[in-house]
Structure formats: C-alpha cells, structure tokens
C-alpha cells in the first residue's frame, strides 16, 4: 500500500513538468496563428485586384482564417482557426481594435477553386451581422446572410448582392484570389483561444469594441495593415 501511495505522489507531482511545455506549445501555436493572419492579410491587400477598397472602408469587422487545409475535412468536426478584428466603439467608426480569435465550422466551404490549402478573408458590412457573430456562433446564410465578394478594382459595391449581404466572403489558394461562398458554414468566437492570447477569460465583445484592451505582439502586422489600408470607415 505504501509503495502504491509512493507511486502515486510521484504521478501527481511529476503533472506540473508535462504541462507546461504543453500550454506553452499551444501559446505558441495561437501566436502563429495571429501572425499568420498579419501575413495573409497584408499580401492580400497588396494587390489591389483583389479585394475593393470601397467595400474594405465600408467594413465594420474584418476576419482572417489562414491555411485551411482540405484534409482538415475528410472527418467530422472540421474547422478553421484566424482572428477578427472590428472597428473600435460602440459605433464602430473608431480605429481597429484588439483582435478576437475565432473558429470557422462547416462542411467541405472553400474548396471550389481546387487548392489544398485555402486562405480565407471575411468583411463584416454591417453592425448588425458584427454583433451578432461578437455575441455567439452564427450560421452563415441562416443567421447571417452571405455573398461571395466582388473581385477587381473596378467592381462596384453597388451590387445587390453587396447592398443585401451582411458578410462578404473571399478565399485564396494557390495564388488564385476570388470571391467564394460560405453558405452553410458557421462563425463565432473562439473563447478557449481567447483564454490562452489574453490570460483570462473575457468575452469576444470586450476585446474587440471595450477600447480598453491592448493588441498582443503577434497581432502587430494584422492590426497596422488594417490602419494602413483602410483607416477611415466609409458607410
């Protein structure tokens, strides 16, 4: 019985050595995960044939989930990872603010184009389609009506599908940009990994729109290059 005991107090002492390399890991992924949407998201608007200006002034929330891979979707339970930030205040005509991190679900979305890895941009156009994804999960299409985005630097926004849609869609795989659907496919904050960037629990909505919250390192290049490109809210 004694050995048993001893056997055991060894285990429980020994949990703290394997734990901790596991949270720093898992830290360490979300840190790249936040920087690789600062990548994506610079690259894409570097090229002014692929995402309008006139529709990324008129955005409220911007999201990125970058690298979703196809092989993520043989199984059940698929999802992507990325970040969304929003304009900072109550009226979101602020500067944009800290970003939350966020999980994309569905079925086989984004994968029309044929890559093996797809990146994907999402504008939130209006306030309503913007709180409603802060508050809880919402499903694209159902919850919140969707539109693949117009491509080009001469497509107008004065589309009807840009004048009805509360968020525009757009993916990226293998070099080829263009607008996609994400009908079907659900949206909403990701408040485990919220958990690990900011060290405590905090709702999406108080990240994004409190003001009070400062950006992590790893959201730098993500943060700037939507003050960069687009820093004034056109409605």
């Known amino acids: 019985m004694r050995k048993l005991f001893a056997v055991f107090t060894v285990v429980l002492t020994s949990l703290p050595l394997f734990g901790d390399p596991v949270w720093a890991a898992n830290d360490k992924k979300d840190d790249a995960r936040l920087k690789n949407c600062g990548t994506v998201l610079q690259e894409i608007l570097d090229v002014p044939d692929d995402i309008p200006q006139e529709l990324l002034d008129k955005a409220y929330c911007v999201v990125v989930f970058p690298s979703v891979l196809k092989a993520a979707f043989i199984v059940g339970g698929s999802y992507g990872r990325g970040a969304m930030s929003c304009r900072q205040g109550s009226d979101f005509k602020g500067p944009w603010g800290a970003p939350t991190m966020m999980a994309l679900e569905g079925g086989s979305f984004g994968f029309q184009i044929g890559g093996e890895a797809t990146d994907f941009v999402l504008l939130v156009m209006n306030e309503r389609g913007a709180s409603g994804i802060l508050s809880s999960k919402v499903k694209l299409g159902a919850d919140a009506s969707v539109a693949a985005g ?19 869609s757009y993916s990226r795989a293998r070099g080829l940009f263009a607008g996609v659907s994400l009908e079907g496919s659900t949206i909403r904050p990701d408040n485990g990994d919220n958990r690990k960037i900011y060290g405590r629990e905090i709702s999406a909505r108080e990240i994004v729109q409190s003001g009070k919250i400062a950006a992590p390192p790893a959201a730098h290049q993500f943060i700037s290059t939507l003050n960069s490109k687009t820093p004034n809210h056109r409605r």
């Open 150 to 168: 117009p491509v080009g630097r001469a497509a107008s926004a004065e589309t009807d599908a840009t004048l009805r849609a509360e968020i525009l």
